[in-house]
């Protein structure tokens, strides 16, 4: 597996989980931490998630009525809104501003 870095400095976090990686010695012992490290990205997730959701007051119902309004592309730059990408039905195509822009300038 190739990987590349940038090349900023790591932080103080990035060097202890890295000096903690010594102790791993088996393929399952990554399995572990790699699970370990998925779970808790997806509870950060769900953590931001729910504090967009309130913080701009989204109910089920707006959610919805988005949903359902018939709208070709769902236009945001945030993020959050990428789960709808798979969601089967109704299906909507989320779209950031710039290439909504660039949607536009050809028709």
């Known amino acids: 597996m190739e990987a590349t870095l940038s090349h900023q400095p790591l932080n103080a976090t990035q060097i ?6 010594q102790f791993v010695k088996s393929e399952e012992k990554l399995r572990e931490l790699k699970q370990l490290v998925s779970d808790f990205y997806f509870r950060q997730l769900g953590k931001e998630t729910d504090k967009w959701w309130e913080e701009n007051n989204m109910t089920d119902e707006k ?29 909507i195509e989320v779209i950031d501003i710039a290439t909504f822009k660039k949607i536009v300038s050809t028709i």
């Open 16 to 21: 202890h989980f890295l000096q903690s990686l």
């Open 63 to 91: 959610l919805e009525e988005m949903l359902n309004s018939g709208a070709d592309y769902l236009i945001t730059n945030d993020k959050h809104f990428n789960i709808l990408k798979s969601i089967e039905f109704p299906k």
